[in-house]
Structure formats: structure tokens, C-alpha cells
């Protein structure tokens, strides 16, 4: 299984980024798939889960600025990024697994098995 991460980039404050993970090797039919984020000197953080079935979570900090969207035939999960904030800079990496997480199991990468290389998005002031 590979998780490929795009997207980042440098943005201004307000500005817009839509992120993509593409999964070889890993059906998104089923199971959970992420989006976590690591800012220095700070610890990761969730930001956004799917699960098949189990809809979506946010973060509070994005709740109605990101949305996380999958194109199961293309086999890619998004990450829709707006009205987006200098605290939002930060290395975005995607995560997977193929069980069907419960909303807090989303929070922590551990209960994903499949991580991809991270994404730099940074957002200027």
C-alpha cells in the first residue's frame, strides 16, 4: 500500500489549497482514510477523517474552512482547504487503514496502517 500526498504549497492568508492523497494498493470502498498535520515544534493533530459509512470528522480548528472529500474510483482522498489562517501552516500527511475507525479513533495516527509522505502547505500573513 502507498499513500501518495500533493498539493501544498504557499499561500497567502485567505487563500485556497486543495490537497490530494492517492492510494495504490488500497481500495477506498472501504475502510478510514485521514489527513493529519505537524507543525514545528508542535505535536500532529487530526485535522480530518472519512469513513465508509461513518460520514466525516473535522477538527475545530477547520470545522467550515476544510472539507475531505473521495473519488473511489480514482482512488484519491481531498482535502479542500479555504479561508486559510498562518496557524494552518504546518506538513499535511494522509493516513489510512481498512477498518472502519469510530470518530474518536480518528485522532490518533497510531490506528491507521498506512501513512503517506507529507505535503508543506504554508500560509502567509
Known amino acids: 500500500v502507498q499513500l501518495q500526498a500533493s498539493g501544498g504549497g504557499l499561500v497567502q492568508t485567505g487563500g485556497s489549497l486543495r490537497l490530494s492523497c492517492a492510494a495504490s494498493?488500497?481500495?477506498?470502498?472501504?475502510?478510514?482514510i485521514a489527513w493529519f498535520r505537524q507543525a514545528p515544534g508542535k505535536e500532529r493533530e487530526a485535522v480530518s477523517c472519512?469513513?465508509?459509512?461513518?460520514?466525516?470528522v473535522y477538527a475545530d480548528a477547520v470545522k467550515g474552512r476544510f472539507t475531505i472529500s473521495r473519488d473511489n474510483a480514482k482512488s484519491t482522498v481531498y482535502l479542500q482547504m479555504d479561508s486559510l489562517k498562518p496557524e494552518d501552516t504546518a506538513v499535511y500527511y494522509c493516513?489510512?487503514?481498512?477498518?472502519?475507525?469510530?470518530?474518536?479513533?480518528?485522532?490518533?495516527?497510531?490506528?491507521?496502517?498506512?501513512r503517506g509522505q507529507g505535503t508543506q502547505v504554508t500560509v502567509s500573513s
Open positions: 493516513a489510512a487503514t481498512r477498518r472502519n475507525l469510530i470518530s474518536s479513533s480518528c485522532h490518533s495516527m497510531t490506528n491507521f496502517d498506512y
Open positions: 494498493g488500497f481500495t477506498l470502498d472501504y475502510g478510514s
Open positions: 472519512t469513513r465508509s459509512g461513518r460520514g466525516t
